[in-house]
């Protein structure tokens, strides 16, 4: 009985998506969403354990086939508890993507 288990931090990788980086919007985008992100994670005491920028990266590429996200969704979801994009069009276009990936994922 007098023995405390520690809380494990959630673990959380932050990022951000952009569709088109050419003009001065799309590149200070990328930097604000990472930035909110990852104070949000911060907030909650949550541990940044990794990140991940789709740049130049239409929505309508589904998350795990995007080249910096896709991984942390198929061969690294052992890695985090939590993904933790700036606003949730970042992350998802389509309601069946977001369905989908409620099998990986909570809100939190």
């Given at each position: 009985m007098g023995i405390v288990a520690a809380l494990t931090p959630v673990r959380a990788v932050v990022g951000s998506?952009?569709?088109?980086?050419?003009?001065?919007?799309?590149?200070?985008?990328?930097?604000?969403?990472?930035?909110s992100a990852t104070r949000h994670a911060l907030s909650k005491d949550w541990e940044v354990v990794g990140s991940f920028e789709d740049l130049d990266v239409s929505a309508e590429i589904t998350p795990w086939k995007r080249p910096d996200?896709?991984?942390?969704?198929?061969?690294?979801?052992?890695?985090?508890?939590?993904?933790?994009?700036?606003?949730?069009?970042?992350?998802?276009?389509?309601?069946k993507d977001g369905s989908a990936a409620t099998g990986v994922s909570r809100v939190v």
């Open positions: 998506r952009v569709s088109d980086t050419h003009g001065v919007e799309g590149k200070v985008s990328r930097l604000v969403q990472a930035e996200l896709g991984p942390w969704l198929t061969d690294r979801q052992s890695e985090w508890d939590a993904l933790v994009w700036a606003r949730v069009d970042r992350a998802f276009r389509s309601a």
